[in-house]
């Protein structure tokens, strides 16, 4: 049936040769990026298939990373999204900063999935009491502020600020608060091979910075078999807050999902707090219509998410959660 089709369409186009002309450039507008986003609404993504844990409990109900649709927009997502109200059109400009491109966006996205799985980790082994121990903890530069007078790039790995090793954020930092505005700062970097990077010290309201955004990228060693299945897609940190519930619930014989299908959002740091996230009406919109009875979110979204509730009148249940601990404290009076 292919062969006949493929053989059909091969005379039209040899035979009308100005369709042939109208069909090749309708196929290569479909390859123009416009400047332009679009976001609507997502779905979940159950993290059973996403963690991996060896001899880990199982449970009856599940839990879930909300997320967004999001489409890097040609001329024909632009004009669907521009007729379908269910769908936002955000210029690039406000995906992007000035220093940033495409590829340092996706790299720092990438790398703030990594470190959020890994503080998700973390936070649910203290809270089980598990056996944990940190390998390795190193820094990275995932974006640079515009104003900032440095080479460094996005991706340097920091090893030593003025010749001074630095194993965490707070060493850099500290380092750099020693010093006085417009003092040049050396950096000993990694990538690819070892780099000599400069800066020159800002001050804003007594508060010294080079102009750099860093994360950090901790690998702990665990007693169990862990395996991250992510896609190359799946990216930022907004997930953490579930994935720390989902590895807490595998590691413990108390089922806290009690059987219900949970979703939610929300970053988390080393400490359990929760912080807030963006693109709340599309998850909470998705959670929905995939059928969760319960969306976690964060403090600072609760607004946000509760006015979207009303409006369109979602059966689910939606609670504000500030830390893991609050999140816990929740579950358990279900």
Do not use: C, Q
Not at 38 to 62: A, F, Q
Not at 133 to 152: K, P, W
Not at 237 to 256: C, F, H, K, R, T
Not at 286 to 302: E, Q, T, Y
């Amino acid at each position: 049936m292919f062969n006949k089709l493929y053989i059909k369409i091969k005379e039209i186009l040899k035979n009308e040769p100005i369709l042939s002309y109208i069909i090749i450039i309708l196929i290569m507008i479909n390859f123009i990026r416009l400047p332009y986003y679009i976001n609507g609404t997502g779905g979940i993504v159950p993290l059973d298939k996403k963690i991996i844990i060896e001899n880990e409990y199982k449970n009856k109900g599940s839990f879930n990373i909300a997320y967004v649709s999001e489409y890097k927009a040609n001329l024909y997502t632009l004009l669907y999204a521009w007729l379908n109200p269910n769908y936002d059109i955000i210029p690039k400009s406000e995906y992007l900063n000035t220093t940033d491109t495409d590829n340092t966006m996706n790299y720092r996205d990438n790398l703030e999935l990594t470190s959020s799985l890994d503080n998700a980790l973390y936070v649910s082994y203290i809270k089980a009491g598990e056996f944990i121990s940190i390998e390795s903890n190193d820094i990275y530069v995932t974006y640079i502020l515009d104003g900032a007078i440095t080479d460094i790039e996005v991706g340097d790995k920091i090893l030593k600020v003025n010749d001074i090793p630095v194993l965490t954020k707070d060493d850099v930092s500290n380092i750099i608060n020693t010093l006085n505005k417009d003092d040049d700062v050396t950096f000993d970097v990694y990538n690819k091979k070892d780099i000599k990077r400069h800066g020159k010290v800002l001050e804003t309201d007594n508060y010294k910075y080079v102009g750099l955004y860093l994360t950090e990228d901790t690998k702990y060693k665990v007693d169990r078999n862990i395996k991250f299945k992510f896609d190359h897609n799946e990216s930022g940190p907004s997930g953490g807050l579930m994935v720390a519930l989902e590895i807490y619930n595998s590691i413990n014989d108390v089922d806290i999902t009690k059987g219900y299908t949970i979703a939610g959002t929300g970053t988390i740091d080393k400490m359990g707090n929760v912080g807030s996230v963006a693109g709340i009406k599309y998850k909470l919109r998705g959670a929905s219509k995939a059928g969760a009875k319960v969306f976690l979110v964060p403090l600072d979204n609760l607004e946000e998410a509760l006015y979207e509730k009303e409006l369109n009148n979602y059966n689910i249940n939606v609670v504000a959660v500030s830390t893991f601990n609050d999140a816990l404290k929740y579950l358990d009076s279900l």
